[in-house]
């Protein structure tokens, strides 16, 4: 056997296991596996063409998230109590406020310019367009934490992104809750391309500590 023989060996059931981890991730978090959805290791072996033992490493991976638990011997989607979603949103807030704070005062003209193109999109009053926004608001505020300078900062906030504006979030919107959050969107460019850190850091806050009391009040 050669070494590259081996290597393939090793790593192909790693990075298997890594695809499911990050398959089963991203549907529960965007939604798509709802709170207390059961998760059987037959069907989504199944469902993703794969064994059982890396979809079995992917869902302990999980619990240690945070996002599955154990009950009576299965595992189900976390279900999320408010006092969980208020921590959650509080460390976003504040990552979220000081990476805004940052992006005003490094980024370059570049990276300003790829926030200033988001501007149509992140600022519609559309409730119809509202559902289909789920990925383009992360796209949106990855690119702001982006351009911090700070890459480990990006990560930790998209560790956080454990509870977060999804399809199934979305739903919860109205008109006006829709208008303040997109004026806040086109605040929050215009402080970030301004240059206008402390205001770019307040938006933010605001805008996390908004959407967090809006989930509050429609799912509780």
């Avoid at 976003?92 to 988001?118: F, P, T, V």
């Avoid at 303040?180 to 938006?203: K, N, P, Y």
Wanted: glycine letters at 6%; aromatic letters at 4%.
């Amino acid at each position: 056997m050669t070494v590259s023989e081996g290597s393939e060996r090793i790593t192909r059931p790693v990075l298997r296991s890594e695809t499911v981890y990050g398959t089963l991730r991203q549907e529960i978090t965007d939604g798509v596996l709802a709170p207390g959805t059961p998760l059987v290791e037959d069907d989504i072996a199944e469902r993703l063409g794969v064994s059982r033992t890396p979809v079995r490493e992917s869902i302990q991976r999980l619990a240690a998230d945070g996002l599955v638990d154990s009950r009576r011997r299965r595992w189900v989607v976390h279900v999320y109590q408010p006092e969980e979603i208020s921590e959650i949103y509080g460390v976003r807030a504040a990552l979220e406020s000081h990476a805004a704070r940052l992006a005003a005062l490094h980024a370059d003209a570049a990276a300003l310019e790829r926030i200033e193109a988001q501007r149509e999109v992140m600022t519609k009053e559309n409730l119809i367009t509202l559902l289909e926004r789920g990925k383009a608001n992360d796209d949106f505020h990855d690119l702001i934490s982006g351009a911090s300078g700070n890459p480990r900062l990006l990560r930790t906030i998209r560790d956080q992104r454990l509870f977060h504006f999804n399809r199934r979030i979305g739903a919860l919107y109205d008109e006006e809750s829709l208008r303040t959050t997109s004026r806040q969107h086109g605040q929050l460019i215009d402080a970030v391309v301004g240059r206008d850190a402390d205001t770019a850091g307040e938006i933010a806050r605001v805008h996390v500590e908004f959407s967090l009391q809006l989930l509050l009040d429609r799912l509780f």
